[in-house]
């Protein structure tokens, strides 16, 4: 009988020390402790972004590619601005017109509203891809400019200032 006694004390001494614990917590829960001392939480650095995206597609060297490079800069400055998401694709393997509308097919798949391509294949590949998806603004980036505009399709002048103009267009901004 003695152990029985001696085992409930110790049963009965834990469970008063875990509902003193507990009272504890929550009291300083509740008073609005843990250190803060009217501090506030700084603004969350993750960007909020709207259901539209605008996808580049390059030629095997993506965005190192100098020709890309700058619309890659003129997409980020469009993003900042709309909050729309960029992508890029870069091609591997054959560069060519055929190897780039897959390509293309995997832009429009994953819900580009927009897609940019910039290279001879990535360009080239647009005529014949373009048509099958009409919800989806193509924006060919060549140097020169001109001769591949279509119903969903405009060219654009390869620099920075003029891509993200082009992007913020194309996204209705």
């Excluded at 469970?15 to 609005?32: I, K, N, T, W």
């Excluded at 939480?41 to 890309?68: H, I, M, N, S």
């Excluded at 960029?86 to 832009?107: D, F, I, K, N, R």
């Amino acid at each position: 009988m003695k152990v029985w006694v001696a085992g409930h004390r110790w049963w009965v001494l834990g469970a008063g020390a875990l509902v003193v614990a507990a009272a504890v917590v929550v009291g300083v829960v509740l008073a609005g402790g843990g250190g803060s001392h009217g501090r506030t939480l700084p603004p969350a650095r993750a960007r909020v972004y709207t259901d539209q995206q605008a996808c580049l597609l390059t030629g095997e060297k993506g965005t190192a590619d100098p020709a890309a490079a700058p619309v890659w800069a003129g997409m980020q400055d469009a993003s900042q601005r709309t909050r729309a998401k960029v992508t890029y694709l870069a091609m591997a393997g054959e560069q060519s017109v055929g190897a780039a509308g897959p390509y293309l097919a995997t832009l429009a798949g994953r819900k580009c509203t927009v897609v940019l391509t910039v290279g001879t294949a990535p360009d080239g590949a647009v005529a014949g891809v373009a048509p099958e998806y009409p919800g989806i603004r193509f924006l060919v980036v060549a140097a020169a400019g001109g001769g591949h505009d279509g119903a969903n399709v405009t060219t654009v002048a390869g620099t920075r200032t003029a891509v993200g103009a082009a992007v913020e267009a194309a996204l209705g901004r």
